[in-house]
């Protein structure tokens, strides 16, 4: 049985809802819409080809310049949640797209050697890691040792109490 057609007004509406300010997933429209995620995905190809969605919509800074970045990070690094969503709908961003440019940005700014200093407790830590697992392994290895060594004397053992119930 085919599909009914999808209504003009819900395909404009979730159109409508893929674009700026609004920028809702797919799976939220076609939560909403009672549409398939294919057909959502559909619509927003067809944005895309139209040119009102950027092609490189995966969350980078493809179509926005150093300095705006910069100025979008300043402008939200002191709002709440509830702030930072409503400043994204209002500038066609994604929140995480904002919060991956605030990390971004922190990370740039960190001074070297507390990064070393990281890296280099973290190398100390696996360091210690590894040679617990090689005590461990040593340990495991001995006592596979003994179990085999106990394993032949306990088989040579029966083979010779059989051998004296023989005579």
Request: charged letters at 35%; proline letters at 4%; a negative charge.
């Amino acid at each position: 049985m085919p599909r009914p057609a999808i209504d003009l007004e819900i395909r404009e509406q979730g159109r409508v809802w893929l674009l700026p300010p609004y920028s809702y997933s797919v799976r939220h429209i076609a939560d909403k819409l009672d549409v398939g995620n294919g057909t959502v995905n559909k619509w927003r190809q067809e944005l895309k080809e139209e040119g009102l969605l950027p092609i490189n919509d995966d969350g980078g800074n493809a179509h926005y310049s150093a300095e705006q970045v910069f100025s979008f990070v300043i402008e939200t690094a002191t709002m709440s949640e509830h702030e930072l969503s409503a400043y994204c709908r209002e500038k066609g961003l994604f929140v995480e797209q904002v919060k991956k440019w605030r990390t971004a940005s922190i990370q740039a700014h960190q001074p070297k050697n507390e990064i070393k200093h990281k890296q280099d407790s973290q190398r100390r830590a696996d360091r210690k890691r590894i040679k617990e697992l090689e005590r461990e392994l040593a340990r495991k290895d001995k006592a596979l040792a003994e179990t085999a060594a106990l394993l032949v004397l306990r088989e040579k053992f029966n083979a010779l109490w059989e051998n004296d119930e023989e005579d």
